[in-house]
């Protein structure tokens, strides 16, 4: 249960510092995108700041709604569903 809440608070993190994750990952993203034109490797360029942002608060709030999900699925399991269901 321990590793399903630091999950869950891994996730959590991401979506509320998603911003400066965002921007450093791109700002290294950009870093090895020229490095490897600059050896002739063509490479499409990299997504705006904006895109990169957004891509990082969706992974966040994902990570944070499977952990839910799972320590759901934990605390009650699925026979005692299927008893009040049927």
Do not use: K
């Not at 791109?26 to 942002?53: D, K, M, S, Y």
């Not at 969706?58 to 049927?86: D, K, M, N, Y």
């Amino acid at each position: 249960m321990l590793v399903e809440a630091i999950r869950l608070a891994l996730g959590l993190a991401i979506a509320l510092f998603h911003r400066p994750v965002a921007d450093f990952m791109l700002q290294h993203e950009r870093a090895l995108v020229i490095a490897a034109r600059q050896r002739g490797f063509p490479l499409p360029p990299t997504p705006t700041t904006e895109t990169t942002r957004n891509i990082y608060f969706c992974l966040g709030i994902f990570l944070a709604l499977f952990e839910i999900l799972r320590i759901w699925t934990l605390l009650h399991p699925l026979s005692s569903i299927a008893g009040v269901l049927f």
